[in-house]
């Protein structure tokens, strides 16, 4: 099992580092905005990690919005995260997708979102160097047919999925082994936290009601071992539980 860990401390990295985890880093707008000071601290922060992932910026991030203007803006900072990725050798890049609740699936404006989402992504393809994936990221989608229906609509070998386990707990009605059967091995990523199945709590391994056991093998099974799992909780809480759970007994594999 391939383990990476989301941190925001020194500390935490130093942890990862000496553990021989691998790191996910984050690009924001105001890191973005200043390139120098960003491309330095991401540089040391990655200095050493057996593998690396970078989540791009989130916040009103709608690449399906059916304003112009906004898609646009969508566009120039993903391209940012991008060449970000690029200059430190990024190979995974993250983003979430636009699904909001109330475009209600196969709806109306549900179709159109799909049809928007396919799109956006294939007019941004020509901008993902080669040997990098972009994985989008379920987040209030519900259907994970939807999901599937915008990656192979998309049609690249340069996009593919992040799944994360808390989120479809929290927004889908369907149930996890159905969203890893139905997306397969488009899973390249996956983020791992636990919650209570109502709120995206960001709790440690083990401290809410998720069937991690279940998700683990089940991703092994429909999508590849080789696929790194990303911790967005707490670290050392969330690996003693893995080995207790006799899930992680190789903390990392590459």
Aim: hydrophobic share 40%; charged share 20%; glycine share 8%.
């Amino acid at each position: 099992m391939i383990i990476y860990g989301s941190v925001h401390t020194d500390t935490e990295v130093e942890l990862l580092r000496s553990n021989n985890l691998g790191i996910e880093v984050f690009a924001n707008p105001e890191t973005l905005d200043n390139p120098s000071e960003y491309h330095k601290f991401l540089a040391e922060r990655i200095k050493g990690m057996v593998g690396v992932s970078m989540h791009g910026t989130i916040f009103d991030m709608a690449f399906a919005s059916g304003d112009p203007l906004i898609v646009e803006v969508v566009k120039k900072r993903f391209i940012q995260c991008v060449q970000a990725a690029a200059l430190h050798g990024i190979n995974h890049l993250i983003f979430h997708s636009s699904y909001r609740a109330f475009y209600n699936g196969r709806g109306r404006i549900g179709e159109w979102y799909i049809k928007a989402s396919i799109d956006f992504w294939k007019d941004f393809e020509h901008n993902i160097p080669d040997g990098m994936t972009v994985l989008l990221e379920n987040v209030e989608d519900d259907d994970p047919e939807v999901f599937a229906e915008i990656i192979h609509g998309i049609d690249s070998p340069k996009i593919a999925c992040c799944f994360d386990a808390a989120h479809a707990h929290v927004y889908s009605s369907w149930q996890l082994d159905d969203w890893i059967r139905i997306l397969g091995g488009k899973i390249k990523h996956v983020h791992l936290s636990d919650n209570d199945g109502k709120s995206d709590l960001h709790l440690p391994l083990g401290q809410g009601n998720l069937p991690l056991a279940s998700v683990i093998q089940g991703i092994m099974k429909h999508a590849s071992s080789e696929v790194p799992f990303t911790l967005e909780c707490d670290i050392p809480l969330s690996i003693d539980w893995l080995v207790g759970a006799a899930l992680c007994r190789q903390l990392s594999r590459r």
